[in-house]
């Protein structure tokens, strides 16, 4: 997740989504994540304190600056580059699965964020952002449980 003063995703040349200040989240769907890998990083993402406050000091979450999200679903993040020189995105859930548990992400963020925008699913997407800091977070489900 990376802390944007705007962000926006095109295909094929056209705008398909824009947002303001807030976070733009690139989502990989590992093999075996479900709704509480999904629950567990919208909770953390919406939450987690990254924004400054009135000293500077980062303090405030998504929810308390009214900001902004935006998804793209992003299957290069479970690349592994460890031998070769080719990535193997073996570790990478299904399509089908995959787009499932990114539309529950999505639906649930909605549920609680003033303002969620989405990428689109299997598409070529040119992202376009201006990273706040920068300030760029790396959040995994699996490190957790």
Do not use: H, W
Not at 133 to 138: A, K
């Amino acid at each position: 997740m990376q802390r944007v003063d705007q962000a926006g995703t095109k295909v094929d040349g056209r705008l398909i989504s824009i947002i303001g200040r807030g976070i733009l989240v690139f989502l990989g769907v590992e093999r075996g994540d479900g709704v509480k890998d999904a629950d567990y990083l919208l909770e953390k993402i919406i939450n987690l304190r990254i924004f400054e406050d009135e000293v500077g000091k980062m303090n405030l979450s998504l929810l308390d600056i009214s900001g902004e999200m935006l998804v793209i679903s992003q299957f290069t993040l479970l690349a592994d580059c460890r031998e070769g020189r080719r990535p193997s995105f073996i570790q990478a859930e299904e399509p089908e699965q995959a787009r499932k548990l990114y539309e529950y992400f999505i639906n649930r963020g909605r549920e609680k964020v003033k303002g969620v925008a989405v990428g689109e699913f299997q598409a070529m997407m040119k992202i376009e952002m201006v990273n706040d800091g920068p300030v760029t977070v790396l959040l995994d489900s699996r490190k957790v449980f």
